[in-house]
């Protein structure tokens, strides 16, 4: 248990549908990331909010949105995706500064679109 | 081109053998962090790296960082079935964002 929760574990969803990834944190972490890892490829960043505002967006697709209400928690809409989305979505959590740049991650949503 | 380079990508090891895993970046290193992934699942932390030089143990497993801070090694000494897994580097190399390596595979047979 790393203090990094995200629900679903697992989800299936079709093309057309709109799903919603969450992650929780209860560590008081300032910044908050989505990760990508496809099968034999590096995890890549999607998006980094740090104290809330996003600071980092990978020339992630717009069918990918994510939102972060508070430092708490952070979300990442679905909606249109393609077969090649599935992947393992991580969520993680760090202090936000560079003396501590240490992460927590969570165990991840394994996405499969159909 | 990744901004870290990990060697072997993948390896098979006789149980109580020990192995060795690099991770090579062209940028300086302000933190590096090797993590545990079990298949599917998320990371695992296992260490964190700042100083060139430095060098941490945890049970079996030993990194170290060089002193020009570009280079690490992960080390296991007399490997178990439970070190099987997908060891990744990650590097701090820009202001909040973690970098990460392709990951090692690593396999041991009993």
């Known amino acids: 248990e790393t203090g990094v929760t995200q629900t679903p574990r697992h989800l299936v969803m079709g093309m057309t549908n709109k799903k919603s990834l969450k992650c929780e944190q209860h560590l008081g972490h300032n910044a908050m990331y989505w990760y990508k890892q496809s099968a034999k490829k590096p995890l890549e960043l999607m998006f980094v909010?740090?104290?809330?505002?996003?600071?980092e967006n990978n020339s992630v697709p717009s069918r990918f949105s994510p939102e972060c209400p508070n430092s708490s928690h952070l979300f990442l809409h679905l909606h249109t995706l393609q077969p090649e989305d599935s992947a393992l979505y991580l969520c993680a959590s760090s202090q936000g500064d560079r003396e501590n740049t240490e992460a927590f991650f969570g165990q991840g949503t394994r996405l499969t679109v159909v | 081109s990744q901004e870290l380079e990990q060697s072997p990508q993948s390896l098979i090891v006789q149980e109580g053998k020990n192995l060795t895993i690099n991770c090579t970046s062209s940028k300086t290193l302000y933190g590096l962090y090797w993590y545990k992934q079990k298949y599917g699942e998320g990371l695992i932390f296992l260490m964190m790296?700042?100083?060139?030089?430095e060098e941490k143990s945890h049970e079996k497993i030993t990194a170290k960082l060089d002193e020009k801070k570009q280079q690490s090694s992960l080390h296991i000494t007399a490997s178990q079935p439970s070190h099987a897994g997908i060891y990744l580097c990650g590097a701090d190399l820009d202001d909040y964002k973690l970098s990460f390596g392709a990951g090692t595979t690593v396999t041991v047979r009993a």
């Open positions: 790296l700042q100083k060139g030089g």
């Open positions: 909010y740090n104290f809330k505002e996003q600071t």
